[in-house]
């Protein structure tokens, strides 16, 4: 773990800040109601539909975050707010919790859980972080993504972020190229305080056997003579 624009038509620039603006709002507002344990992280962007993980670890992961919030909860109640989040079984633990000991115990706990093949603990001995914090982070979020979206050469669906406090923690399968790329993109937004990289670097051929083969280009009709 390592602590570490092409730009498109102004139209489509400020549609896409538009939408992005628009889910960070609803996010913010949902962020209001303050759960002891909150599902997912305080700011997770994963589009599937790109995702380089196959079908069935995407299920895995998603069954293993669901599994430790509900062991977190059994064991700890509400007296800690811990971000679960799970990629290709790797687990990053991130919030806040009263003291040491319950730090190890959540790690205890999730490290319990089928199927994990580490755990990365992130959690702070603090009390919860405030709406103003967890919004801040929602932001940094919606910026990140925005700014991988813009940049040429990379696939934003491709990274998975968690934004906690200004950290920054950045899942993938990506080639050297993209992840030094993305590296450089993410430091500049505003608002990022240190970049984790938690990605998983693989080889160009690796990437070319993920990608859906080309569909075959359409044959021209042949044209026979008309028999006279």
């Known amino acids: 773990m390592n602590d570490f624009k092409g730009t498109r038509p102004g139209s489509m620039r400020l549609l896409r800040w538009g939408t992005a603006l628009a889910l960070a709002a609803l996010l913010v507002t949902s962020l209001s109601a303050c759960f002891p344990l909150v599902m997912g992280g305080a700011f997770t962007s994963a589009m599937v539909a790109t995702d380089r993980r196959t079908t069935g670890t995407v ?9 430790a919030g509900s062991r977190i909860t059994d064991n700890l109640g509400d007296r800690v707010h811990v971000n679960v989040n799970a990629y290709n079984r790797q687990v990053l633990l991130t919030g806040e919790v009263p003291t040491l ?11 319990g859980v089928d199927n994990v093949r580490s755990v990365i ?12 914090q967890r919004s801040s982070d929602v932001l940094v979020a919606t910026r990140i993504k925005a700014s991988l979206v813009d940049t040429k050469n990379l696939v934003a669906n491709a990274f998975k972020v968690v934004v906690e406090r200004g950290a920054v923690y950045v ?31 693989i080889s160009d051929d690796e990437l070319a056997r993920m990608l859906p083969a080309p569909a075959p ?12």
């Not at 399968?173 to 670097?201: C, F, M, P, S, Y």
């Open 101 to 111: 000991q319950d730090k190890q115990l959540v790690e205890k706990v999730v490290s």
């Open 121 to 132: 603990n992130e959690l702070a001995v603090l009390g919860p972080s405030t709406l103003s």
């Open 59 to 67: 299920v895995e992961d998603n069954s293993i975050q669901l599994k």
């Open 171 to 201: 899942f993938g399968r990506v080639t050297a190229h993209e992840a030094a790329l993305a590296t450089d993109v993410i430091r500049k937004v505003d608002g990022v305080q240190r970049v984790v990289i938690l990605w998983e670097i």
């Open 217 to 228: 280009a359409a044959s021209s009709p042949s044209v026979g003579n008309a028999a006279h």
